[in-house]
């Protein structure tokens, strides 16, 4: 596959941070990786932050994606959740910055319309739907991931036609 591009999809979050790697050319996506980043709990909020961003930045560097596509933060969430969601979010998309590579955000609602064809759809439909695009095997575990992949699709999903 010539003129691949190389998206991951994050689904950020203080303790699992989900994340999809595909590759991307005309009609064809391929999943090359995905998995979670676990900060240890028992860290200060800034150790946590920090585990986040190095861990970001060795996906990153080994896989060397074209963009990130990240998930927004879902507003209707307490706001003590939304502050430090906002926080993990802020230091992954550093983590993209500091090492040259552009981002895209997507709402949730948008995320699950582009793969579920529903923006409100709950995660396990999205889960199933991102087995099927993905023809994978087994459903993406945890839901974090089916999530971050679900971000990947979206990204692909908005700019087939540039």
Same mark, same amino acid.
């Given at each position: ?6 998206? +991951? ?20 996506? %391929?999943? +090359?990786?995905?998995?979670?980043? !676990? ?5 200060s909020?800034?150790? %946590?932050? !920090? ?5 970001? !930045? $060795?996906? +990153? $560097?080994k ?5 990130m596509? +990240? $998930? ?8 003590? *959740? ?22 895209a ?7 699950? @319309? *582009? ?7 709950d ?7 991102v ?26 999903? @908005?700019?087939?036609?540039?």
């Amino acid at each position: 596959m010539s003129n691949i591009q190389r998206i +991951i999809g994050v689904d950020p979050g203080l303790t699992i941070t989900g994340f999809g790697i595909l590759d991307h050319k005309k009609d064809q996506i %391929r999943l +090359i990786a995905h998995g979670t980043i !676990k900060p240890p709990s028992q860290e200060s909020l800034p150790n %946590r932050l !920090k585990y986040l961003n190095s861990h970001m !930045k $060795e996906l +990153i $560097e080994k896989f060397d994606p074209f963009i990130m596509a +990240i $998930e927004d933060t879902f507003y209707s969430i307490n706001v003590k *959740s939304a502050l430090l969601l906002g926080q993990a979010r802020g230091v992954l998309l550093l983590a993209a910055a500091s090492m040259e590579i552009p981002s895209a955000s997507y709402a949730p609602r948008k995320v699950k @319309q *582009s793969v579920a064809g529903n923006g409100a759809a709950d995660k396990k439909q999205v889960q199933y739907m991102v087995q099927q695009i993905l023809n994978m095997d087994k459903p993406p575990k945890p839901l974090d991931v089916s999530d971050a992949l679900a971000v990947a699709l979206c990204h692909i999903n @908005q700019n087939k036609y540039l």
